[in-house]
């Protein structure tokens, strides 16, 4: 079976005021069906715009995508044609604030119905609000037929996250992209979102991309990872492998600036599989270990395989 991103060699460089930043800088990935990816960093990395770059959602006249990048077999970065088809549809995103990222003058029930119709135009109303009701019993919304009827202030931030991921699935899309999507949520929330979180993919299958800064979330969702700084990946591999047996520096420096993990199997045995572990500590601000010269210069950087089977760039 095909793969549903592959990406190799992605730079996006980002007009400012100050001259042009690259920031992303020659990253390549695979998301095969079923598994699911994350890119991990702190803040100004540059992990939310690469996958922001790979839905185009960053504006073409402040923005220099190249590189190849496709998302099931449909090219990203050549052509804008596929991008309708597959937004909403083949794709579904959850978005880092879902505090803001409803119209406050809408219904919740109206913004999801619409999103169904955008996603399938050849549904009525009628049922376009059935399938909304549907998709809120999925994400666990109780009483949903009253909950169609609130506007998004009237909802917690985590009600307003599970309407978002129910948009996200609506399609029954092959990709998700999950942007931090428990970083503006109370830490008694997270849990229950993560949860959910895999609890769909489990039953649907669907691949995911996820983007988040904390190796808590990143160790209990993922299969690989990607640690970024600077705009590149610093290192890579299966998740046990990156979370356990660092070796990078950073990867390090990141692992020291948060609570201690436990053993895999105290937390599997504590939440039977679930997300209840999720370390609380705020956003890592880890001291900027020193580079190798050509992670500084931004040579093109070439991986090799460590020990431990994790990737090294």
Request: hydrophobic share 45%; net charge negative.
């Amino acid at each position: 079976m095909s793969a549903v991103v592959e990406v190799d060699d992605l730079v996006v460089e980002l007009m400012t005021p100050a001259g042009i930043v690259r920031a992303v800088d020659g990253v390549s990935l695979r998301i095969e069906p079923g598994e699911t990816v994350t890119i991990i960093g702190e803040s100004g990395s540059g992990k939310s715009t690469t996958a922001m770059s790979l839905l185009r959602l960053l504006p073409d006249d402040l923005a220099v995508i190249s590189g190849t990048a496709s998302i099931v077999g449909n090219d990203v970065v050549g052509t804008r044609k596929h991008l309708g088809a597959l937004r909403g549809r083949a794709v579904g995103l959850i978005p880092q604030d879902p505090m803001t990222a409803l119209n406050p003058i809408s219904t919740v029930g109206a913004q999801l119905a619409e999103s169904i119709r955008r996603a399938q135009p050849g549904l009525d109303k009628a049922a376009a609000r059935a399938r909304a009701v549907e998709l809120m019993h999925q994400v666990h919304i109780d009483a949903p037929e009253k909950r169609m009827r609130s506007y998004p202030h009237e909802l917690s931030g985590g009600m307003l996250q599970r309407i978002l991921i129910a948009a996200a699935i609506g399609a029954e899309p092959q990709l998700i992209v999950a942007d931090e999507p428990t970083s503006a949520l109370d830490v008694t929330v997270q849990a229950g979102i993560l949860d959910l979180l895999l609890e769909l993919q489990e039953r649907t299958g669907v691949a995911m991309l996820l983007i988040t800064h904390d190796l808590g979330v990143a160790r209990l969702m993922s299969d690989r990872v990607h640690v970024m700084r600077r705009g590149v990946f610093v290192e890579g591999g299966p998740v046990e492998q990156v979370v356990d047996r660092p070796q990078h520096e950073y990867t390090q420096a990141l692992l020291a600036a948060i609570p201690e993990l436990g053993p895999w199997h105290d937390a599997e045995a504590t939440t039977g599989g679930g997300a209840a572990p999720v370390p609380t500590a705020p956003e890592p601000t880890p001291p900027d270990p020193p580079l190798p010269h050509d992670l500084t210069a931004r040579e093109p950087a070439s991986s090799a395989q460590t020990a431990t089977g994790a990737e090294l760039l």
